[in-house]
């Protein structure tokens, strides 16, 4: 079965120092991988996604940046953090979809997130 | 911009009754979502409801879309405290062809009072 990690769970880092989440995949191949984040009570925004290795689609300009090194890795990153960059970040995978619909390529499965508390 | 918005933001209830939540988004859709996510944790997938397709059922889930009113909702049916939880809509983007961005909602926060 398919399973994902993301870690840390936790993070507490000072404003203008880098960032660091990891995202990994267990169980399938080429999958979709999202990053989202959540600001406290709010709903979730897309930031980036991939559809495979190197290939990264931004959707927000923004400090942050992110990179598929393997197939089922998924990092995002930071160079300089700002207070607006707290939140509740969120890793995703789903099916690749190949121009018709595949069932279940649709749905995410999330990760349990990465709470990024800026100071 | 948010593609979905929920209604209500927020929602309380006894348990046993019946919860329905309404989510309405503004562009073509190839089909809509339903998530779950507890307090600090990840999202949950609930339902899916494709864009061809009216309503849906899942267990106590029901859900409904009408695409000519760019809305759907979720209904609970005899709501359980561990309900407890905030609810988002999500939609997959239509743009003449496969997309893979999935838009999410702002969500309800639903309260089940035992």
């Known amino acids: 079965s398919q399973t994902i990690h993301q870690w840390p769970a936790t993070l507490v880092q000072p404003v203008g120092s880098p960032l660091s989440l990891e995202c990994t995949v267990e169980g399938t191949s080429n999958p979709n991988l999202y990053w989202y984040r959540q600001a406290a009570g709010r709903g979730l925004q897309l930031l980036f996604y991939?559809?495979?290795?190197?290939?990264i689609s931004s959707e927000v300009p923004q400090n942050l940046s992110a990179s598929r090194p393997q197939d089922r890795q998924f990092i995002l990153s930071s160079k300089k953090l700002l207070l607006s960059d707290s939140g509740f970040y969120l890793c995703a995978w789903s099916l690749t979809i190949f121009g018709t619909e595949v069932t279940g390529a649709n749905v995410l499965t999330f990760g349990a997130g990465s709470r990024l508390t800026v100071l | 911009s948010q593609q979905g918005e929920e209604d209500p933001q927020a929602l309380s209830i006894q348990e046993g009754e019946n919860a329905t939540m309404n989510c309405s988004y503004k562009?073509?859709?190839?089909?809509l979502q339903w998530y779950r996510q507890n307090s600090g944790r990840g999202l949950v997938h609930l339902i899916l409801i494709r864009s061809n397709e009216r309503e849906k059922h899942s267990g106590r889930l029901r859900v409904t879309l009408d695409t000519s009113k760019k809305s759907s909702s979720l209904l609970i049916t005899a709501s359980r405290a561990a309900d407890t939880a905030s609810y988002f809509c999500?939609?997959?983007?239509?743009?003449?062809?496969?997309?893979?961005?999935?838009?999410f909602g702002t969500g309800t926060l639903l309260a089940v009072q035992p």
């Open positions: 991939s559809v495979g290795i190197g290939q």
């Open positions: 562009t073509s859709i190839n089909n």
């Open positions: 999500a939609t997959r983007l239509y743009y003449g062809g496969a997309t893979n961005k999935l838009i």
